[in-house]
Every structure is written in structure tokens, then in C-alpha cells.
């Protein structure tokens, strides 16, 4: 079992951007495909992009695609997401996610085993 907590929310002006993180303890980190989604208000959970154990494969959504990062530094058994030129539809409530069996960085929520509390980001127009 792993623990996640996220952090680096906030609130910015569009254009500008933020880094989130994601804390893990327990289990061995690097025994998980990693993954960040988000929810905004009135709306579904929705994948935003995902890492392999080793680092070395990454999946976004189109939507994110060019204007954010996902990372990951094992020995520090944490999990970034870098975010620029954010945009007011970027504004939800970010998690960070874990997945232990299977290699493929997946989009669907459902194949995910753990998941942090979550860290709200806004950003204003």
C-alpha cells in the first residue's frame, strides 16, 4: 500500500504556472505507474497525464499536451506535474494516483489502485 499527499496548489493568473507534487510513503514508489487527474466543479474526473515506474514513457491528454510535465525522481519518492501557461479551464482540484499492476500509462481513472486527497488549483482570468 502507498500514502499520497499532494502539495504546490494555488491560485495564479492565467499564463502563469505552478508545480504540483506528490509526496508517496509506504510501499516502494518505484513499484508504481503513476498518473495526475483532475475534477472541476460539475464535472467528471478527468485524466490529465501519466508515468511509468522507471520514468521513461509519459502519457497526456490533448488538452495539456505541450503545456504540461509530468516527472518523477524515484529516490525522492516523489511525483511532479509542472504546469505553464495555464488557462482559467485548467482550474480543478488536481490528484495524484498510483497504479501497481500492469506497465501501461493509463488514462482511466478505474485502473488506478490509490489516490491523494487532492490540491485545488484556480486560475484567474
Known amino acids: 500500500q502507498v500514502q499520497l499527499v499532494e502539495s504546490g496548489g494555488g491560485l495564479v493568473q492565467a499564463g502563469g504556472s505552478l508545480r504540483l507534487s506528490c509526496a508517496a510513503s509506504?510501499?516502494?514508489?518505484?513499484?508504481?505507474?503513476m498518473g495526475w487527474f483532475r475534477q472541476a466543479p460539475g464535472k467528471e474526473r478527468e485524466f490529465v497525464a501519466a508515468?511509468?515506474?522507471?520514468?521513461?514513457?509519459?502519457n497526456y491528454a490533448d488538452s495539456v499536451k505541450g503545456r504540461f510535465t509530468i516527472s518523477r525522481d524515484n529516490a525522492k519518492n516523489t511525483l511532479y506535474l509542472q504546469m505553464n501557461s495555464l488557462k482559467p479551464e485548467d482550474t480543478a482540484v488536481y490528484y495524484c494516483?498510483?497504479?501497481?499492476?500492469?506497465?501501461?500509462?493509463?488514462?482511466?481513472?478505474?485502473?488506478?489502485?490509490?489516490w491523494g486527497q487532492g490540491t485545488q488549483v484556480t486560475v484567474s482570468s
Open positions: 494516483a498510483a497504479r501497481l499492476f500492469g506497465e501501461a500509462t493509463v488514462t482511466s481513472g478505474s485502473m488506478y489502485d490509490y
Open positions: 509506504g510501499r516502494t514508489f518505484s513499484s508504481y505507474v
Open positions: 508515468i511509468r515506474r522507471s520514468g521513461g514513457s509519459t
